[in-house]
Structure formats: structure tokens, C-alpha cells
């Protein structure tokens, strides 16, 4: 489950200076137990920042880039924890799988 942060000066003035985003998009709440995002290690706390380049501004524009991908595909999402900035692969599930 994720939503959007509230707005931090100091949080900003960092993803400006050490990312290419001007602002954090999502904030990850909960993570459930084996779906793709507990996979590739996000936990709750992690902003993501964009998908595939592209800035997330809120949990629809990520949802959308999420289904525009082919089952089995995978989008590069940029992740921001503490102060790390990182690159994680998230694959869209096969059709025969459950994605929430």
C-alpha cells in the first residue's frame, strides 16, 4: 500500500541535489508478503521517485506504467531510502498470477 508524502524542505533540497527528481512521489506503507514488491526488497518507508525515468507524482501514475507493461516485463523504479537512492527492477506478474 502506498501514498503521497507530506511535503519535507530538507527531503526536497537532498532529492535535488543527489537524484534527478525534484520530489519524492510515493511513500511505500505496508509491503505484502510475497507479491513483487516484497521480492525486490522495498520496505515500508521507501519513496519511489519514478518508473522507467518518468517522475511518479502520485499512486495512479504508477498503477497506469504498471499496466501498460507486458505480463512478465519489468519497469526500472528509482527508490529512495534514508538517504541511499536506489535502482530497483519491479516485473509485472504473468497473467496466471495475482498482482495487487
Known amino acids: 500500500h502506498m501514498t503521497t508524502p507530506p511535503r519535507d524542505p530538507d527531503q526536497a533540497a537532498w ?3 543527489n537524484t ?7 511513500v511505500i506503507i505496508t509491503v505484502d508478503p510475497g507479491k513483487e514488491a516484497q521480492k525486490i526488497d522495498l520496505r515500508p518507508g521507501d519513496l519511489i521517485l519514478g518508473s522507467d525515468g518518468q ?3 502520485e499512486v495512479g501514475d ?3 506504467a504498471m499496466k501498460a507493461l507486458d505480463p512478465g516485463k ?7 531510502r534514508g538517504r ?9 506478474p504473468d497473467s496466471g498470477e495475482r498482482s495487487e
Not at 534527478?20 to 510515493?26: N, T, W
Not at 519489468?74 to 529512495?80: P, R, S
Request: glycine share 4%.
Open 15 to 17: 532529492l535535488q541535489k
Open 20 to 26: 534527478p527528481y525534484l520530489r519524492a512521489g510515493i
Open 55 to 57: 517522475a511518479v507524482a
Open 62 to 64: 504508477l498503477i497506469r
Open 74 to 80: 519489468t519497469m526500472e523504479l528509482d527508490v529512495v
Open 84 to 92: 541511499s537512492y536506489l535502482k530497483k527492477s519491479l516485473r509485472r
